[in-house]
């Protein structure tokens, strides 16, 4: 007799969905906006860093069981494919094997795309593009030029993170915990001038906006995100200084401590420190300043480090009480947040409270907490209390005197009520061959000048300029020949920009170009984009949550402000999927316990590494390869396959037979049931139920009603077509061996019927005082609540209570209600 091969048939299976179209979307650019019946399924598009590993395996495995799901029940279904393959590892890849980086690139999306094929990921490949084609970068460039007119992409000199090994700048998404995220180097600062995208005029915006994303993206990252946006409601206040016209404004979040201001502090690496410093004390703050290692946000910002300063021979005063105040500079506060400059209240800001106490500078306390003192405990006080020590302020509530500071500052034109927020602006150039060149042209008369638009793309020079000059510049310094242009405008000798941008815009809008990917009028076609955009479902990691996910949501809303496109967000729900580890640690080379997926594919086939991914756990959970047995997937997908042979080999006529009631019920039960766990993605328990319903099957072929009765029938066909979310190609073997003419793709997703699903009554007995008074027919499935509610609605309970209160309700769900009246 035939057994079960994991690997039959995967060449046929998979030459008979190309010549039908069977992943193809029909139309991907009709004329016909978005209805309900299109759906856009995308996992976040691959790198092509080598072979595809384990955590491609799983991401693709979920949203290619979501868009074969969605298939079956009728969608239209977009499953796109293209490449994020620019990017850093290709340059240094290149550069230690003396390669081109197009060459391993280009080598590695080959290899890929095959890997695709060969597990069965249903994608409509019409779609495939690589963000490293001009024809794709061109539009990076067209994007950039345009914001440039916006006012949206600047330039300026900052103090950036710089990593020493990468040897270029990162973006603050880019640094963790001080690290950077590629190679764990610790991250300097450093001055340059460099190019950034204004995100921060849409920090508002990208709050506000999350609205349409509660429920649909996970909790976590709505909240990641709302951290990093960072809003603080407060005050700015100007304060004098004295022997100086200009006051310096500070930003605090609590005016209505202002009277316990007892000194000022700035930031040490600001030119405000330079500017107040009183000629006398200049040395100190060099020297203060040199000494001062570039230190990663979080770190200067800890409160239990020890505190450094230098007085800077100035004083402020308070302008509430006309007190003066001196003036320090530190590193605990930043230069570019805020205004780079606060009023210190020790008693109510711990990071002020340690500053005093190592200056030895006056703590006086001016909201009553009600908690320990300050001074004696050396924690500072943040709670709600009553304002003291505070002049008029005496006795307010702190709301109450945060509104009368800010009305009396503002009446005298000394501050107002203000917002600031912890997002920067998003940093964009690198010093990289491998990425978008920046379409600007340095004119020595004419500054930074756009290159036209007739002129785009600014190709990348053709050979792989991978050596790294001196002093951190970009590669592209060294292609002479490329960076000698005349200038745009005056037509003399000018210099293209060389740095490149960030990858993290080519995956700011990939999505839009899928349905028509070599579109020439635009960066995307406004017809694809009218008809499947926005994203349905979304699916991957949540390293991206406050980087790529963040990006692609504020070039949304620059593409919306332009009119481009008729949404302000771009993902409507998002999926995170865990990772794959190995015995509890996640896997890589240094560890060793790397889990090759061609050699899993190669032992169990790619339907049993697929089922295995899915089966483990809920998509966001992590997956430990050491807890999972892909053995077993394909015992079940052989036990699937062998139902599929008994039956369809049982006979003819199978549809005349009689069928078993029973067995019909439950598995129309099961049915339901895997339907709903597919529609909440719990694809780990639709599994499951697809794996009851198998042994339900086997049960009934073996010792029930045989293989001949039409429920038996019925069910198996219901099974392979379910299963062909999950398992493909077993699916495709299944379903010919029934006798039904390829594929399974198109028979649809089984329905479940209704008048099969209701469930059985039981009778339950309710008592008053230990008296029968009632028998309920209910459900066994039914919840406490709602048989205490039936019980005591019941006209006899009622009769019985006689108008006395039940002094006590015992529920015993579903057989038993014991109610004791109040006497
Ligand atoms: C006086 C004050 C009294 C403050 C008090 C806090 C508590 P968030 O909530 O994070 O926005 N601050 C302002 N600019 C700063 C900077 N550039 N570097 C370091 N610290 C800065 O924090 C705002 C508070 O952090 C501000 O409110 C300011 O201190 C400080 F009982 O002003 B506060
Ligand atoms: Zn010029």
Known sequence: QETYDPHAGIEKWLRLWRE????????????????????????????????????HA?????????????????????????????????????????????????????????????????????????????????WNQWLFLRMFERNLAYRRAAPVNWCPTDETVLANEQVIQGKCERCGTEVIKRNLTQWFF?????????????QQLEGNWPDE??????????????????????????????????????????????????????????????????EYRAGLVAKPEQERLAVDRPM????????????????????????????????????????????????????????????????ADPVQSGTATAGDGVLVNSGPLDGLAKQEAIAAVNAELEERGLGKGAVTYRLRDWLLSRQRFWGTPIPIIHCESCGAVPVPDDDLPVRLPETGYTLRPEGGKSPLETATAWVQVSCPSCH????????????????????????????????????????????DEYVGGKEHSTGHLMYARFLTKVLYD???????????????????????????????????????????????????????????????????????????????????????GAGPDLHNTPYDAELRKTIHRLIAETTQTMEAKRFNVAIARMMQLTNVLRQAVDSGPGPRDSAVQEGVEALARMLS???????????????????????????????????????????????????????????????????????????????????????????????????
């Open 20 to 55: 039908q179209h069977l992943f193809e979307a029909g139309d991907l650019t009709p004329a016909s906006a978005k209805d309900e019946q299109r759906t856009l399924v995308v996992s976040m598009f691959p790198y092509p860093s080598g072979d595809l590993h384990m955590g």
């Open 58 to 138: 799983e991401v693709y495995s979920i949203s290619d069981t979501m868009a074969r799901y969605a298939r079956l029940r009728g969608q239209q279904v977009l499953n796109p494919i293209a490449w994020d393959s620019f990017g850093l590892p290709a340059e240094n890849a290149a550069r230690k094997r003396g390669l081109d980086a197009r060459v391993w690139t280009y080598g590695n999306i080959e290899i890929q795309a095959e890997s695709f094929e060969r597990l069965g990921i249903s994608f409509d490949w019409r779609t495939r593009f690589h963000t490293s084609d001009p024809e794709y970068y061109r």
């Open 198 to 210: 204004r995100t921060t005029d849409y920090a508002q915006r990208l709050l506000d906006d999350m």
């Open 221 to 286: 990252i709505l909240s990641m995100q709302r951290n990093w946006i960072g809003r603080s409601t407060g005050a700015y206040i100007d304060f004098t200084i004295q022997g100086r016209t200009e006051p310096v404004r500070v930003f605090s979040t609590r005016p209505d401590t202002i009277y316990g201001a007892t000194f000022f502090v700035v930031a040490a690496d600001s030119s405000l420190a330079e500017e107040l410093c009183a000629p006398e004390h200049v040395d100190q703050l060099q």
């Open 308 to 371: 450094t300063g230098v007085f800077l021979g100035r004083h402020a005063v308070n302008p509430m009480n006309g007190e003066l105040l001196p003036i320090y500079a530190s590193d605990y506060v930043l230069a570019d947040y805020g205004t780079g400059a606060v009023m210190a209240v020790p008693a109510h800001d711990q990071r002020d409270l340690n500053f005093a106490r190592t200056f030895d500078l006056p703590v006086r306390v001016v909201v009553d907490t009600g908690e």
């Open 492 to 535: 003399a000798e000018a210099r293209r920009d060389t740095d490149t941008m960030d990858t993290f815009v080519d995956s700011s809008w990939y999505f839009l170009r899928f349905p028509n990917p070599h579109y020439e009028e635009g960066p995307f076609d406004p017809a694809g984009m009218a008809a499947w955009l926005p994203v």
């Open 562 to 648: 332009m009119e481009l496109v008729p949404f302000t967000e771009p993902f409507k729900r998002l999926t995170n999927q865990g990772q794959v580890i190995m015995d509890g640690k996640a896997m890589s080379k240094s560890l060793g316990n790397l889990v090759n997926l061609q050699e899993q594919i190669a032992a169990y086939g790619p339907d049993a590494v697929r089922v295995t991914m899915l089966f483990a756990s809920p998509p966001e959970d992590d997956i430990d390869w050491a807890d999972v047995s892909p053995a077993g997937s394909v015992k079940w997908l052989a036990r699937v396959w062998r139902l599929a042979r008994d039956i369809g």
């Open 725 to 823: 979310c999950v398992a493909p190609f077993t699916a495709e073997e299944c379903w010919s061996r029934l006798g039904h003419e390829p594929s399974v793709l198109r028979a649809g997703w089984p329905e479940a019927d209704p008048a099969l699903l209701i469930e059985d009554q039981v009778t339950c007995v309710v008592q008053v005082a230990g008296k029968v008074r009632d028998r309920l027919q209910v459900s066994p499935e039914i919840s406490e609540e709602e048989l205490r509610r039936l019980a005591l609605d019941s006209v006899k309970v009622r009769e019985a209570l006689n108008g006395n209160e039940a002094a006590k309700v015992i529920v015993r769900a579903p057989k038993l209600v014991n109610i004791v009246p109040a006497s």
